[in-house]
């Protein structure tokens, strides 16, 4: 299917633990980022991706890894899983088509853990 | 400080009225882009409506328009005769067009909920 694709999109786990969150996008968009969702803060910026192989932190990067070996797909990693990276977690991408050119959003991994 | 504000956690609106949600906007970049998007209960986001810094009229968008006071660093989001699926979380956002990351600054939100 064309569009943004997020996975899972649910997932539980323990402290300690490494979890990986997925994200595909199958229009060749330059720039892909990682958004959390928490109350109280809107979404916020963990890394973004300007392009294959090059990635740069956001407001919010500490715990979490990213990689990008090809253009469509961005996964994020937490290597350590604490408690307070339980989150609703946005992978975005964009083109650079034109300024007004929005970011296209996927459905959101809702993560908890325990 | 915060780059984007939004003031109003929740609104009411009775249906088939306009409401406005507040937007404050906080940059030093003459260039910048500012969004809104709507969030329902089923959580993803949905982008409604845009304006760039230099344009000169306000946007519209259906019943979305967006109130653009640049002097005042506002963008208030104007929905006309509301509807009960527009009860939702709407975001307000800005792009800086002259730093490198493209990403979007977020606001808290607005809760709306539209009364039948």
């Known amino acids: 299917d064309a569009g943004i694709t997020q996975s899972p999109r649910y997932k539980i786990t323990e402290t300690g633990r490494q979890v990986t969150l997925m994200c595909h996008q199958t229009w060749s968009h330059s720039y892909m980022f990682w958004y959390r969702q928490d109350l109280g803060h809107g979404l916020r910026l963990i890394y973004y991706?300007?392009?294959?192989?090059?990635?740069d932190k956001g407001e919010v990067p500490d715990g979490y890894v990213v990689s990008r070996s090809k253009t469509e797909n961005f996964p994020l990693t937490l290597e350590s899983a604490t408690r307070s990276q339980t989150s609703v977690y946005f992978c975005?991408?964009?083109?650079?088509?034109?300024?007004?050119?929005?970011?296209?959003f996927g459905p959101g991994t809702r993560l908890l853990v325990l | 400080a915060q780059k984007i504000t939004q003031t109003q956690p929740g609104m009411f609106v009775q249906e088939k009225e306009a409401v406005t949600l507040d937007c404050t906007y906080d940059?030093?970049?003459?260039?910048?882009?500012l969004f809104w998007y709507k969030q329902p209960s089923s959580g993803e986001m949905i982008f409604l409506i845009y304006?760039?810094?230099?344009?000169?009229q306000n946007a519209t968008e259906g019943r979305y328009s967006l109130n653009f006071q640049k002097a005042r660093k506002s963008a208030n989001l104007v929905i006309s005769a509301s509807q009960l699926g527009d009860s939702a979380m709407y975001f307000c956002?800005?792009?800086?067009?002259?730093?490198?990351?493209?990403?979007?600054?977020f606001g808290t939100g607005t809760r709306l909920t539209v009364i039948p």
């Open positions: 940059t030093s970049d003459p260039s910048y882009g």
């Open positions: 304006q760039g810094s230099y344009d000169q």
């Open positions: 956002a800005m792009r800086e067009e002259g730093t490198g990351a493209n990403n979007l600054f």
């Open positions: 975005a991408s964009r083109s650079l088509s034109s300024l007004k050119e929005t970011q296209y």
């Open positions: 991706s300007a392009a294959a192989d090059i990635t």
